[in-house]
């Protein structure tokens, strides 16, 4: 089967599968990793089930049962082109924040990008044969973007530079942002959007 093996963002963690959480509201969320204890998984579908034990704001104990479906492919091609970004960034992005406290910042940079690099050529390697790209780099539709956020991570202010380039109050901050801002904010946070001044003020 399918199991969790760790977990990112902020809460004590109890026991193997037990997160005590401060607080918990639309603007927090939690990453965690898989690990398949089957070497062939036959099924086509695999469930996860996360249940949130708290009290409400009148004082009533209760629990929300979460429940959540996902395929089960045996192609490596159809994984990448099905892989959610969001996602994935969102994982490494906690990661790299835990490892900056132990690592040096130009190291822990060097993981993502090997990281990324490593993914994107375990995928041409699937295909460069079959299409004769040569020396191309391709990559599937669903992580065009992954190499953007990587490089929006690694210029973050909780990962850019060295310790002195970045005051360490606001180093800090956004790395407790980035343990905590769900996946589509987080992308927003490290890759904010940006507007054309002279047509907002022209309306």
Request: charged share 20%; hydrophobic share 45%.
């Amino acid at each position: 089967g399918v199991r969790f093996t760790t977990y990112h963002g902020h809460f004590m963690l109890r026991s193997t599968d037990l997160l005590a959480l401060p607080a918990v509201d639309s603007d927090k969320a939690f990453a965690m990793q898989l690990s398949l204890e089957e070497t062939l998984m036959t099924t086509q579908t695999v469930y996860f089930q996360v249940a949130l034990l708290y009290t409400s704001s009148s004082g009533e104990r209760r629990i929300r049962v979460h429940t959540a479906a996902a395929p089960v492919v045996t192609d490596l091609g159809e994984m990448y082109r099905q892989a959610d970004t969001g996602a994935i960034v969102s994982v490494l992005a906690r990661i790299a924040v835990e490892n900056s406290l132990s690592d040096k910042l130009d190291s822990v940079r060097q993981q993502l990008q090997l990281k990324l690099v490593k993914s994107l050529k375990e995928y041409r390697n699937l295909y460069v044969v079959q299409h004769r790209i040569g020396g191309r780099l391709i990559y599937p539709e669903s992580l065009r973007y992954l190499p953007l956020y990587i490089l929006a991570l690694c210029k973050s202010l909780a990962l850019r530079g060295g310790y002195a380039d970045v005051s360490l109050d606001e180093r800090c901050a956004a790395g407790f942002s980035i343990m905590i801002l769900p996946a589509r904010r987080l992308l927003n946070f490290i890759y904010p959007s940006l507007y054309r001044l002279d047509e907002v003020l022209t309306v």
